[in-house]
């Protein structure tokens, strides 16, 4: 329900920011993890995040790509930056494994520019961070986005 609520208010904030801002939305409530799933082992957690997508040639428009974002600790140093690819034709976003803590991803929102999204990895869990305004599917493992 977390997510849900920090999707519509993401959506919203992006939605008032439009093209023009240029600095990040910064936002104060984390999104924590929902469910759990079955690999990799429990000392990790997992991430998705489904920032805004683009293609880059009119022949890439049936794929879009969701864009690469960064992830931080909490004090501003920079922990990993993502390449947000997965699947065949490179149209999933990237899952991720974390040691568990406390982190902020910094990710283009679909309709807003940049946002800085606190978020809380918890060992065998997957916390889901949706910016590109869809409905996020569910998952066979029983893991709620």
């Not at 920090?6 to 959506?11: E, G, K, S």
């Not at 079955?38 to 428009?61: D, E, F, I, K, R």
């Amino acid at each position: 329900m977390r997510t849900v609520v920090a999707c519509l208010y993401l959506w919203g904030l992006a939605s008032m920011g439009g093209c023009a801002a240029s600095n990040p939305i910064v936002l104060h409530t984390p999104v924590g993890p929902q469910g759990s799933y079955a690999s990799p082992p429990a000392t990790q957690g997992m991430l998705v995040v489904y920032s805004a997508s683009h293609a880059g040639t009119y022949g890439q428009s049936e794929y879009p790509v969701h864009t690469d974002y960064t992830i931080s600790r909490r004090d501003g140093g920079i922990v990993q930056r993502v390449e947000n690819r997965a699947g065949s034709f490179y149209q999933y976003p990237a899952t991720v494994s974390l040691r568990p803590g406390e982190y902020q991803v910094k990710a283009l929102a679909e309709r807003g520019g940049w946002v800085v999204v606190p978020i809380i990895i918890e060992a065998g869990k997957t916390t889901v961070v949706n910016l590109d305004g869809t409905a996020v599917p569910q998952v066979e493992s029983g893991v709620s986005r």
